[in-house]
Structures are given as structure tokens and as C-alpha cells.
T-cell receptor, first 114, second 112 residues
Framework: DTAVSQTPKYLVTQMGNDKSIKCEQNLGHDTMYWYKQDSKKFLKIMFSYNNKELIINETVPNRFSPKSPDKAHLNLHINSLELGDSAVYFCASSQEGGWGETQYFGPGTRLLVL | DQQVKQNSPSLSVQEGRISILNCDYTNSMFDYFLWYKKYPAEGPTFLISISSIKDKNEDGRFTVFLNKSAKHLSLHIVPSQPGDSAVYFC???????????FGKGTRLSVIA
């Protein structure tokens, strides 16, 4: 009974391709996030959405476009993939989006761009 | 510029002993601190937190200590168990709409 799920778990693709990663949470939370964990292991916020509305966009290239069809889903679409996009992408959610709140993370999507 | 630093990439501890994981931060506006634990091929899971009005918070075998003047916090696990072997991330946030900032993590190995 997964709380935050992501698909796919692994994604291997060529430079220049467009790909999407899907995220769903069944916790009834209002806020969802995308994080990137790069090769140096830093976990950095990319976006946050509250009730389908973009709240945080942390200087992410506009090749990355989040889409929130409803508050239980936050998908990440990446255009024109580059080698440097190779990383683990984590989706997370929290009740209301207050920054002291516990965030619940998905299992991650391991993206490798060749 | 790393606002949250975990200077020890790894730590090995004997089962039954105390594990101490350290974290330093530079932003004096941070007022809430969290520890997350991560197993391989899984996402981080929340472990314990502390707000800046406290200097200690305890939950079972886990205790977090905060020294605001030194901008330092630590996570104590006692007694350490093999199942505690994981990567531990320190994270911090300020008030308002500021994002959660994570450290690089410390890999704890508890040896039976």
C-alpha cells in the first residue's frame, strides 16, 4: 500500500530525447515536490506544488516542466535530455507544505542519459 | 555554497554502541531541523526533528541535540542495531516559503 509512488523506477535514454516521470500520492496531502539527487549525493528541491499550483521553482532549466493534473499527481516532463540530467529524481508530498512538516518520499527514479 | 554540511561521509559502529552523526549549518535563519534515513533503492524516510526553541528531542533510541550558538546538531542512536545501517540526511528549513535544504548524508554501518 504505497504512499508515494513513482514510475518508472529506472529510465535509460539517449541525449536529446523527451521523457516523463510520474508521481502519485495516496496520503491526501496538498503539497507535492520534486527533488534531484545528483552524483555528489546532494538532494535538492526542484519544484513544489500546492493544490495544483506552483509554489517553488528553484532555478531549474525550463526544459523541466512539472504538471499537476490534480493534487494527488505531480508529473515531471523533461525535454531535450542532457548528460547532466543523469541523477535520481525523488517525488515527495506533505500535508500542507509548511517547511517544518514531514515530507514523505517516493522510491526514486534513476535516470541515465547516454 | 553548502548551507547544511555533514562532514563525515561514513561511520562504522559496533552493534550495541552509540552512533553519533553530526551536522553543521551556516544559515542563521534556519529554525527547524530534521533527520531522514535512507535505505538503498528507497526514498528518504523521516526519523526525528527539532525546532530551534529546543536543544534536545528524544524518540526511543534516537535523540537529536541542537546547539544554536555553534550552528551544530547531532543525532545519537543508542543502542545501535544492524537495521540502523543506512544513509542519514540532515535537513534544515526556515520559516515561510523557504525550501528544505539537505546535507550530503552520512552512511552508517552498524557491525554485528
Amino acid at each position: 500500500d504505497t504512499a508515494v509512488s513513482q514510475t518508472p523506477k529506472y529510465l535509460v535514454t539517449q541525449m536529446g530525447n523527451d521523457k516523463s516521470i510520474k508521481c502519485e500520492q495516496n496520503l491526501g496531502h496538498d503539497t507535492m515536490y520534486w527533488y534531484k539527487q545528483d552524483s555528489k549525493k546532494f538532494l535538492k528541491i526542484m519544484f513544489s506544488y500546492n493544490n495544483k499550483e506552483l509554489i517553488i521553482n528553484e532555478t531549474v532549466p525550463n526544459r523541466f516542466s512539472p504538471k499537476s493534473p490534480d493534487k494527488a499527481h505531480l508529473n515531471l516532463h523533461i525535454n531535450s535530455l542532457e548528460l547532466g540530467d543523469s541523477a535520481v529524481y525523488f517525488c515527495a508530498s506533505s500535508q500542507e507544505g509548511g517547511w517544518g512538516e514531514t515530507q514523505y518520499f517516493g522510491p526514486g527514479t534513476r535516470l541515465l542519459v547516454l | 555554497d553548502q548551507q547544511v554540511k555533514q562532514n563525515s561521509p561514513s561511520l562504522s559502529v559496533q552493534e550495541g554502541r552509540i552512533s553519533i552523526l553530526n551536522c553543521d549549518y551556516t544559515n542563521s535563519m534556519f529554525d527547524y531541523f530534521l533527520w531522514y534515513k535512507k535505505y538503498p533503492a528507497e526514498g528518504p524516510t523521516f526519523l526525528i526533528s527539532i525546532s530551534s526553541i529546543k536543544d534536545k528531542n528524544e524518540d526511543g533510541r534516537f535523540t537529536v541535540f541542537l546547539n544554536k550558538s555553534a550552528k551544530h546538531l547531532s543525532l545519537h542512536i543508542v543502542p545501535s542495531q544492524p537495521g540502523d545501517s543506512a544513509v542519514y540526511f540532515c535537513a534544515a528549513s526556515g520559516s515561510g516559503n523557504t525550501p528544505l535544504v539537505f546535507g550530503k548524508g552520512t552512511r552508517l554501518s552498524v557491525i554485528a
